[in-house]
């Protein structure tokens, strides 16, 4: 994984509240067996009505989406953090995410920024006809105006986005306790051992 | 200290703890074609192996056809992806089970059904309604392709704890309603996001009253109110379920396992970080309105004005001040992973009695697997449905996700028992109303959006 300390540049500001992962991704785009190419397929629906965020060129290839509560609820589909890397969006900002899409999000190298709405509204208003930049190291998002919002972020997570780290190797490095707890469970749970 | 459910399953399986998060440890992993093919290319390119294939169980579901089954998959890439799960599962030594044997089925009917599905047990899958294996009291939780390569390679996943949730139903629920209408009433007072962040335990006499399959349906929509993860106390209900299912102990490992499991109850004074009480008696038939599984109404009350939803009932077609009942309805779906168990065929079949689908209504009847299939045709609902107009299908999960040939055209308006309602979810353009079978049965035979009680009766 791209390890990712700052997302600057453009940002799609769709607003949108409970963007679901069928609108992310549609399921007919589900059947490959890829994780390239799926941002053709990105927000298909959205891209149908005529004078959409997607379609303004100042938008091309923006990094950045911002969004509504509850973003990315629905299926787990990590298709639609694949759609969205593929479409060149790194970091999203929203006051919320579902639980399952923020994890795919992180193991993919995108940054879930979560702020409050009225930070989110300003954002929307500036992210019109100006860039904003995500800084993970300082964890800030600023605009040229001045505007400075800090956000939270689970220490872990933003450890794995700065390193590039993916949890495969984290979790190979506790080898040993995985053993040992194996052992135990199978001595305390005998009946899990033959599935 | 005084534990919930969760917090006892959660520390049964802590195999390291950092930065505030814990190493998991993962007992079962269930597999299906859509979510696994990119799981498998990262364990390839890692050059690493299933530690323990034996915990692993895998199916094809999601984008298998539900007809002509004994020709092949016509879908190139539904054919590919089946075929390559296949091959996947023969490469890393996890059982597959073949799309025309008798255990073939949506990964959440068969997991319970053939005692995979176990209590105490953590257990993930790459769905979001693996929520619905916590109706054993077993702490299940949905997982992106990623985790799904973890949880093959090194048998963990690193989690935080969730907060908790209890939600307890008072009162027994009355005649014509069911877990489905819980389950929407509990949505639709939380909110989609309202349980984010958060395991949700369901707790009171409502809930002890269900059967296995009710249960499922409860935690199964778990998801659609943000938590990934519903629980129910395993007790005998749950026990009487599992005894003698194909996978679950036996004998002397069976004793040892049921004394393990009476132990997996929230402690009387456990403290949950959040409590909500329905009165289940009170709770009547629930339909959705809108684009998100939190626009429902029950029946007998009309679509709020609120402008939140006008761009769902732009969507749907509908205005404030209406009432679901009423609202033409041209298709009509049975099955899925919320609904497509052999009670919610018998709860949809014991409406029909005689009567026959309505003009100009295409009515789907999908079970949710091949044991569940061949149960309903032994006690001739197969017959039952097709004299009355529905189509008997093949296994899968179909209209729910519309990623087969059973997809609706724009405009088309279904009454489902699937989980989700949002814009195109069951195709471009097509409308969602989500309710329970009964009620799903009972639109079929009007052509609209009736209350069930009244048909019934």
Redesign the interface.
């Known amino acids: 994984m791209t390890p990712v300390r700052i997302v600057e540049g453009r940002a799609i500001p769709l607003g949108r509240k409970?963007i679901?992962t069928?609108?992310i991704i549609?399921?007919?785009y589900?059947?490959?067996?890829?994780?390239v190419g799926l941002g053709r397929g990105a927000f298909e629906?959205i891209r149908a009505e005529p004078g959409n965020l997607f379609d303004e060129p100042q938008f091309a290839r923006a990094p950045i989406l911002i969004a509504g509560?509850?973003f990315g609820?629905?299926?787990?589909?990590?298709?639609a953090?694949?759609a969205m890397l593929d479409m060149g969006i790194t970091a999203v900002i929203a006051p919320?995410?579902?639980?399952?899409f923020s994890?795919?999000a992180v193991?993919?190298g995108i940054v879930p920024v979560v702020l409050p709405q009225a930070a989110v509204d300003r954002l929307l208003e500036v992210a019109r006809d100006h860039p904003i930049t995500v800084d993970l190291e300082s964890c800030t998002v600023t605009t040229p105006f001045q505007d400075r919002f800090a956000f939270e972020m689970?220490?872990?997570r933003r450890?794995c986005l700065l390193g590039g780290l993916?949890?495969?190797g984290?979790?190979?490095a506790?080898?040993a306790?995985?053993d040992a707890?194996?052992r135990g469970?199978a001595a305390d749970?005998?009946?899990?051992s033959?599935? | 200290m005084a534990r919930t459910l969760y917090g006892k399953l959660w520390d049964t399986h802590v195999v390291a703890e950092a930065d505030g998060k814990a190493l998991l440890y993962i007992d079962r992993h269930l597999l299906h074609e859509v979510s696994t093919p990119q799981s498998f290319e990262a364990l390839r390119e890692d050059g690493l192996t299933v530690r323990r294939p034996e915990t692993q169980l895998a199916v094809a579901d999601h984008s298998v056809p539900t007809h002509d089954r004994d020709k092949p998959i016509d879908d190139r890439q539904a054919a590919a992806q089946v075929a390559l799960l296949e091959r996947n599962c023969a490469a890393f030594g996890i059982e597959y089970l073949p799309l025309a044997g008798n255990d073939q089925g949506i990964v959440h009917v068969i997991g319970p059904e053939l005692g995979f599905t176990l209590p105490g047990i953590t257990l993930v899958c790459g769905d979001s309604h693996t929520s619905t294996h916590g109706a054993f009291g077993a702490l299940a939780f949905g997982i992106g392709a990623s985790e799904c390569g973890t949880v093959m390679a090194t048998q963990t996943l690193w989690q935080a704890r969730a907060r908790t949730m209890r939600v307890t139903f008072t009162g027994r629920l009355a005649p014509g309603v069911s877990a489905k209408d819980m389950a929407l009433a509990f949505i639709g007072e939380v909110g989609a996001s309202g349980a984010v962040g958060h395991a949700v335990e369901y707790a009171g006499e409502a809930v002890a009253a269900l059967s296995m399959e009710g249960r499922m349906t409860l935690c199964n929509m778990t998801i659609e109110a943000g938590a990934r993860t519903g629980l129910v106390a395993p007790d005998e209900t749950t026990f009487a379920y599992l005894r003698d299912r194909p996978r679950a102990p036996r004998g002397e490992q069976w004793d040892a396992a049921v004394a393990f499991w009476r132990t997996l109850a929230s402690d009387a004074d456990a403290a949950f970080d959040r409590e909500i009480v329905i009165a289940a008696d009170g709770i009547a038939p629930h339909v959705t309105f809108g684009t998100s599984p939190d626009q429902v109404v029950p029946l007998g009350t009309v679509l709020p004005a609120d402008a939140r939803f006008d761009r769902a009932l732009h969507y749907m077609d509908l205005r404030p001040g209406d009432a679901m009942e009423g609202v033409p309805i041209d298709h009509a779906f049975i099955g899925s992973c919320t609904n497509g168990r052999l009670e919610d065929l018998r709860a949809a079949a014991a409406v029909i009695r005689g009567r026959h689908v309505a003009d100009g209504v295409r009515a789907l009847v999908v079970p949710g697997s091949m044991r569940v299939k061949a149960a309903a045709e032994a006690e001739g609902l197969d017959r039952l449905f097709v004299a009355a107009g529905f189509e008997w299908r093949e296994p899968g999960c179909s209209l729910c996700v519309a990623m087969n040939d059973d997809r609706l055209p724009p405009g088309a308006r279904c009454a489902s028992t699937s989980n989700r309602n949002f814009e195109g979810r069951q195709g471009a353009g097509a409308r969602t109303h989500l309710m329970s079978p009964a009620m799903v049965a009972a639109a079929a035979l009007a052509g609209r959006i009736v209350d069930v009680r009244q048909v019934a009766r």
């Not at chain 1, 609820?73 to 298709?79: D, L």
């Not at chain 1, 919320?96 to 399952?100: A, V």
């Not at chain 1, 749970?189 to 899990?192: A, I």
Request: hydrophobic fraction near 30%; include cysteine.
């Open positions: 409970n679901d069928d609108v549609p399921a007919h589900l059947k490959t067996i890829s994780r629906t509560d509850n609820c629905g299926s787990s589909r990590e298709h953090a694949w919320s995410y579902s639980d399952i994890g795919n193991k993919n689970d220490p872990f450890e993916d949890e495969v984290m979790t190979m506790q080898g306790r995985i707890y194996e469970a749970r005998p009946w899990l033959a599935a």
